[in-house]
């Protein structure tokens, strides 16, 4: 079965620290995944997206994301995190089987300490 | 301002009561979809469409209808309401049907049902 999955329900990070908010995957054939920020009160940002190519994806807010096929992952990062990182993160992957809607993993929610 | 607009944006009712939550996209998506998001389960698809008058289930469609007569609209139903469905609801678009690309999210429905 394709699945996503976030191991942590929450990341704690000191302001200026490097972050990563990990995501494993499981799905059949290529996969495309995605990361969207969802900050309080506010619906869900997209923040940037493999879908072939390069390894390392560059997207919003200094964030990137490295995919790595064998070992199934793709955690998101961030050299030096700032307190307005503070927010809930998801990651998602296109499911072939279902006419390719979006599978979304649980949600991490990342808290920057001053 | 491209934007995916949702009313009304809280809503309390009684179990029972037949209401609707409108969706609204500026930018010309052929792609709409309802999702639920409750503690600790991430996203959860509703219903989604490809294009008007084309409408699928999600993941979690019982006790939801929709309606895709325009292009721009993709209102949700709840014709009898449970308090099961005490959730935070968002509306969200995409260009292209077959190709997963970003989504644009409304600012979401917070729904009380009591």
């Known amino acids: 079965a394709q699945s996503v999955a976030q191991p942590e329900d929450q990341v704690n990070v000191a302001e200026g620290n490097p972050l990563t908010v990990k995501c494993t995957y499981s799905v059949s054939g290529n996969p495309y995944l995605f990361w969207y920020v969802q900050y309080p009160n506010r619906g869900l940002q997209f923040l940037l997206k493999?879908?072939?190519?390069d390894n390392l994806v560059k997207g919003s807010y200094g964030f990137e994301a490295e995919f790595n096929k064998s070992q199934t992952s793709f955690h998101l990062k961030k050299p030096s995190a700032l307190v307005s990182d503070s927010a809930l993160y998801f990651c998602?992957?296109?499911?072939?089987?279902?006419?390719?809607?979006?599978?979304w993993g649980a949600g991490t929610k990342l808290i920057i300490k001053p | 301002e491209a934007q995916v607009t949702q009313n009304p944006r809280y809503l309390i009712t009684v179990t029972g009561k037949k209401l609707t939550v409108t969706c609204s996209q500026n930018?010309?998506?052929?792609?709409m979809s309802w999702y639920r998001q409750d503690p600790g389960l991430g996203l959860r698809q509703i219903y989604y469409s490809m294009n008007v008058e084309v409408t699928d289930k999600g993941d979690v469609p019982e006790g939801y209808k929709v309606s895709r007569k325009e292009k721009r609209n993709f209102p949700l139903i709840l014709e009898s309401p449970s308090p099961n469905q005490t959730s935070l609801y968002f509306c969200?678009?995409?260009?292209?049907?077959?190709?997963?690309?970003?989504?644009?999210f409304g600012p979401g429905t917070r729904l009380t049902v009591t």
């Open positions: 493999y879908i072939t190519g």
């Open positions: 930018m010309n998506h052929e792609y």
């Open positions: 998602a992957v296109r499911d072939m089987a279902s006419n390719y809607q979006l599978i």
């Open positions: 969200a678009s995409r260009t292209t049907p077959g190709q997963t690309y970003e989504q644009y």
